[in-house]
């Protein structure tokens, strides 16, 4: 059996003890081959063919499993027909999501049977699903070849070497997390890109067990990158053309780098959190980052995805003002508007903190626009637990929303301990109320944009078929406008200043108005 350099989850957290049964997380099933890791020329020309489902996250990952790949003397195809490794990368959150990637392994299968024995790739599973379920996929349910946990992907490599190498029918994989991966020396291969936005991932795991979440099973505990990594990372990326990065993690804004240095923050937290939250941490925090990353270049937009309410702390806020590389839009997951609710999704806060915090922001940003998550059914949630988001959705009139019907995931703390007792159709419902709920108030603050100047990020040609040109607003709503005839040459990563005409929920339309 094959074994890891990386260092093991010790069996003593009550969130791990499930996942990660010591010794069982790296193998080898079958003939195992001779495999110098250390040999720069692995893949020895074999093609690998990705495909990437789930969140932004996925996305970065794959894009570190590209470098990873390349760097070993393994090359990229987008014709999966022609390639000699199948990888999917994974997502876990909803049973809906993993069925979408279980039909595309099933079809992987199908593809494979018809070919000779000797001609047959390699199917490899990545990410969530992965961790979730390892050895399942390569024995009982027979979808994969090569199985890898999202904390173990520098393995790649030498595990999808040995199954090259073995007989036919020789399996491997590497589901052990890691308390300290952040792949922080790596340099993403951003094939899938614009080159005018890129996605920059800054920590992994996650620490907050909300109790409806497969998130912190799969992904491991909490961990972030070194400050100057993201800094040079980002300096490379601006030299490159970028004009957008999108910080990334599963809760972004709880990054705290313990690698050097003290935070410049005062960390003043909203009034409704200063009870319920805990106290701040001893390094670098998110607001230093963001500050260091506005540093960079001035013309860089800088986004990040997704943070939690708890973790927003004034200065962060203040930044909005200081640099105006922000644009004027925060992602900002609510989950619900039922104070029991929230309770017995282990959220950290109450409808009442919730709203103080949105009430701070717009104070400090008039026009801040916001958009959030929702789960709709979730344990014992009532008809008047659903009122009450609703009123909270109203309230403070988010222009867009992810509404999910929650979705039952084995081990959480609410698979083991509550009822799941919604009917699917009641979710739906709720589902649906709350969609239009939220559309209502991105209809009216759209509307009020007619007439106004929008300074757009150009991302390139939109798919509609007069031609126009694509891009998001300050406030992350995409615009879509003609060439300027006197200047026909707008290209994807320019600044264009929009004369807003129309509006619909989602959309602004207009004419470009000089940069
Ligand atoms: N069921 C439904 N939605 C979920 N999410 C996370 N876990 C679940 C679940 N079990 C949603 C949350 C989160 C988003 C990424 O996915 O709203 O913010
Ligand atoms: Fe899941 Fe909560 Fe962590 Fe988000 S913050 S990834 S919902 S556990």
Redesign the pocket.
């Given at each position: 059996m094959a074994t890891s350099s990386e260092r093991r989850i010790p069996n003593d957290g009550l969130e791990m003890k499930d996942f990660f049964p010591v010794g069982r997380g790296v193998g080898v099933r079958g003939p195992v081959a001779e495999v110098n890791p250390g040999e720069r020329d692995l893949g020895r020309g074999a093609t690998y063919h990705i495909e990437t489902y789930g969140?932004q996250m996925n996305v970065a990952d794959s894009e570190l499993v590209r470098s990873i790949l390349n760097d070993r003397g393994f090359s990229e195809v987008q014709d999966r027909d022609t390639a000699n490794i199948l990888m999917v990368n994974t997502c876990s959150?909803?049973d809906k999501a993993e069925r979408k990637v279980l039909s595309k392994l099933s079809s992987f299968r199908k593809q494979k049977l018809r070919l000779r024995k000797d001609r047959r790739p390699i199917v490899c599973v990545l990410g969530c699903m992965a961790e979730r379920l390892k050895t399942k996929l390569l024995e009982e349910m027979l979808l994969a070849d090569v199985v890898v946990g999202p904390d173990a992907y520098r393995d790649l490599p030498r595990l999808l070497s040995i199954v090259r190498d073995g007989d036919s029918g020789a399996k491997a994989y590497n589901v052990q997390l890691s308390l300290d991966e952040t792949y922080a020396d790596l340099r993403p291969v951003r094939t899938s890109g614009n080159g005018v936005s890129a996605f920059v991932s800054i920590m992994r795991g996650c620490a907050n067990m909300c109790t409806?979440?497969?998130v912190p099973f799969t992904r491991g505990r909490e961990r972030s990158r070194p400050l100057e990594s993201i800094v040079d990372e980002i300096t490379g990326l601006v030299e490159a053309g970028y004009k957008e990065v999108v910080l990334l993690g599963q809760n972004v804004n709880s990054y705290n780098d313990i690698s050097s240095g003290q935070s410049n923050m005062s960390m003043t937290y909203a009034p409704g959190f200063k009870t319920v939250y805990r106290p701040p941490k001893s390094g670098r925090t998110f607001s230093d980052l963001v500050d260091a990353v506005c540093r960079i270049s001035k013309d860089l937009r800088v986004r990040y995805t997704?943070p939690h309410p708890k973790d927003f702390p004034q200065d962060l806020i203040e930044l909005y003002k200081t640099h105006r590389n922000l644009p004027r839009h925060i992602h900002l997951?609510l989950?619900s508007g039922s104070d029991e609710i929230l309770e017995r999704m282990r959220r950290g806060y109450t409808r009442k903190a919730f709203l103080e915090l949105v009430m701070q922001m717009r104070s400090a940003l008039p026009d801040l626009a916001l958009s959030t998550?929702?789960?709709t059914g979730f344990c014992g949630e009532s008809e008047s637990d659903h009122e009450d988001t609703m009123r909270l959705v109203k309230q403070v009139e988010f222009e867009s929303a992810f509404v999910?019907?929650?979705?039952q995931?084995e081990k959480t703390f609410a698979a083991r301990h509550l009822e799941d007792d919604v009917p699917h159709e009641t979710k739906i419902r709720r589902l649906q109320e709350i969609g239009e709920a939220w559309k209502d108030t991105a209809f009216s603050r759209n509307s009020k944009r007619v007439g106004t100047v929008q300074r757009v990020l150009v991302e390139g040609k939109s798919d509609l078929k007069d031609g126009s040109l694509t891009g998001r607003s300050e406030f992350n709503t995409r615009a879509f406008f003609h060439s300027d005839p006197s200047d026909p040459e707008i290209r994807p990563g320019q600044f264009v200043n929009v004369q807003v005409d129309r509006a619909t929920t989602t959309t602004l339309f207009g004419q470009p108005v000089g940069a």
């Amino acid at each position: 059996m094959a074994t890891s350099s990386e260092r093991r989850i010790p069996n003593d957290g009550l969130e791990m003890k499930d996942f990660f049964p010591v010794g069982r997380g790296v193998g080898v099933r079958g003939p195992v081959a001779e495999v110098n890791p250390g040999e720069r020329d692995l893949g020895r020309g074999a093609t690998y063919h990705i495909e990437t489902y789930g969140c932004q996250m996925n996305v970065a990952d794959s894009e570190l499993v590209r470098s990873i790949l390349n760097d070993r003397g393994f090359s990229e195809v987008q014709d999966r027909d022609t390639a000699n490794i199948l990888m999917v990368n994974t997502c876990s959150i909803r049973d809906k999501a993993e069925r979408k990637v279980l039909s595309k392994l099933s079809s992987f299968r199908k593809q494979k049977l018809r070919l000779r024995k000797d001609r047959r790739p390699i199917v490899c599973v990545l990410g969530c699903m992965a961790e979730r379920l390892k050895t399942k996929l390569l024995e009982e349910m027979l979808l994969a070849d090569v199985v890898v946990g999202p904390d173990a992907y520098r393995d790649l490599p030498r595990l999808l070497s040995i199954v090259r190498d073995g007989d036919s029918g020789a399996k491997a994989y590497n589901v052990q997390l890691s308390l300290d991966e952040t792949y922080a020396d790596l340099r993403p291969v951003r094939t899938s890109g614009n080159g005018v936005s890129a996605f920059v991932s800054i920590m992994r795991g996650c620490a907050n067990m909300c109790t409806y979440c497969i998130v912190p099973f799969t992904r491991g505990r909490e961990r972030s990158r070194p400050l100057e990594s993201i800094v040079d990372e980002i300096t490379g990326l601006v030299e490159a053309g970028y004009k957008e990065v999108v910080l990334l993690g599963q809760n972004v804004n709880s990054y705290n780098d313990i690698s050097s240095g003290q935070s410049n923050m005062s960390m003043t937290y909203a009034p409704g959190f200063k009870t319920v939250y805990r106290p701040p941490k001893s390094g670098r925090t998110f607001s230093d980052l963001v500050d260091a990353v506005c540093r960079i270049s001035k013309d860089l937009r800088v986004r990040y995805t997704s943070p939690h309410p708890k973790d927003f702390p004034q200065d962060l806020i203040e930044l909005y003002k200081t640099h105006r590389n922000l644009p004027r839009h925060i992602h900002l997951p609510l989950q619900s508007g039922s104070d029991e609710i929230l309770e017995r999704m282990r959220r950290g806060y109450t409808r009442k903190a919730f709203l103080e915090l949105v009430m701070q922001m717009r104070s400090a940003l008039p026009d801040l626009a916001l958009s959030t998550d929702i789960i709709t059914g979730f344990c014992g949630e009532s008809e008047s637990d659903h009122e009450d988001t609703m009123r909270l959705v109203k309230q403070v009139e988010f222009e867009s929303a992810f509404v999910f019907a929650y979705s039952q995931r084995e081990k959480t703390f609410a698979a083991r301990h509550l009822e799941d007792d919604v009917p699917h159709e009641t979710k739906i419902r709720r589902l649906q109320e709350i969609g239009e709920a939220w559309k209502d108030t991105a209809f009216s603050r759209n509307s009020k944009r007619v007439g106004t100047v929008q300074r757009v990020l150009v991302e390139g040609k939109s798919d509609l078929k007069d031609g126009s040109l694509t891009g998001r607003s300050e406030f992350n709503t995409r615009a879509f406008f003609h060439s300027d005839p006197s200047d026909p040459e707008i290209r994807p990563g320019q600044f264009v200043n929009v004369q807003v005409d129309r509006a619909t929920t989602t959309t602004l339309f207009g004419q470009p108005v000089g940069a």
